[in-house]
């Protein structure tokens, strides 16, 4: 059993118990004031108490290992002709620790994306979670990540290996940022740090931008420079690729860059008919949002963090296509 499932059980066991005394404290105090059955009232606060670990286990053996791909079209006035219709294929947050004993079920999402047939990969950022060593689970597997024009990928906060230090690792964060940067060259994936790379098609040409990570949390790396990621693309169309969301609000707001695609939130790996607690700590959490003439995207990842589950937050792989025109709501 993994490691992680084991911790899980036993926080729920305790939070369990704990619930089970408050259910007979409740109880009591219903069959006292209400004159309700005591033994009635406990069966039923007993029943509710099952809710969360059957949630928990179904999140854990279920949905995390599926999939949802997800069309999103987005229209922009000034796209270039040559790339009306030019599909992206958006992941992020593998955290390839989630998937060590999982090398299966990340297989077969990858031969998912491969069926989409995209022009282009974007991954944005969080490729692990403590460690580059995680990569040895998933690397065979991600290398496999096809389109015509390559996979093209960013740091998250992860990625600076900040936990490494926690772990049994002799690694300092720098060492392994430093190997997680090779790792990800090695596989073909064209990683921007603050950099940008020019597509060209035919004429036509967009540039992909890509900064480091940059977040309006004291919690997390703030070194990205869009200025200098920009730099020489003046007058082009930007897509930016930028880890955490809250730089949209933070940097990318009115400036030239009509599409900005990011991950990070996870949609907090809960959702109940749509409602997820991270809208009360992300102003933009999940899905699709627009300002003007800019547009931000934010994919809800493929592994996980904290625990080892995905209740209503189904992974996400997302297919970005790019039109010409404004949309029609």
Known sequence: MYTEVISVVVILGVC?????????????LLAWILGLSFKRCFAWGLLSLAV???LMGYGILIERNCV????????????????DGYTIVQLSDI??????????????????????????????????TISPNELDATEEALRRLKARDGVVSILGNHDYCPYIIRSD???????????????????????????HWVLHHGDDSIAIVGVENTSTSPHFPKRGDLYKAMHGTEGMFHILLSHDPTHWDM??????????????????????????????????????????NQQL????????TIFPARVGATPEITRIVLKSGKKQD
């Open 16 to 28: 369990w118990v704990a619930l089970a005394v408050l259910d007979v404290a409740v109880a009591g």
């Open 52 to 54: 969360p670990v059957l």
């Open 68 to 83: 949802r791909v997800k069309t999103v079209e987005v229209a922009f006035d000034n796209l270039p002709k040559a790339f």
């Open 95 to 128: 955290h390839s620790r989630s998937f060590r004993y999982r090398t299966g079920t990340l297989q077969r999402m990858v031969d998912k994306v491969n069926r989409l047939d995209a022009d282009l990969i974007a991954f944005t950022g969080d490729i692990v």
């Open 169 to 195: 690792s002799t690694m300092s964060p720098e060492e392994g940022k430093a190997e997680v940067i090779a790792r990800e060259r090695a596989m073909g994936w064209r990683l921007l740090m603050n950099e």
């Open 251 to 292: 940097g990318v707001i009115g400036k030239d860059i009509p599409l900005t695609l990011s991950g990070h939130t996870h949609a907090m790996q809960f959702s109940l008919l749509g409602w997820s607690p991270i809208g009360h700590f992300y102003k933009q959490s999940k899905g699709l949002y627009r300002k003007g």
């Open 297 to 304: 995207y934010i994919n809800i990842g493929l592994g996980e």
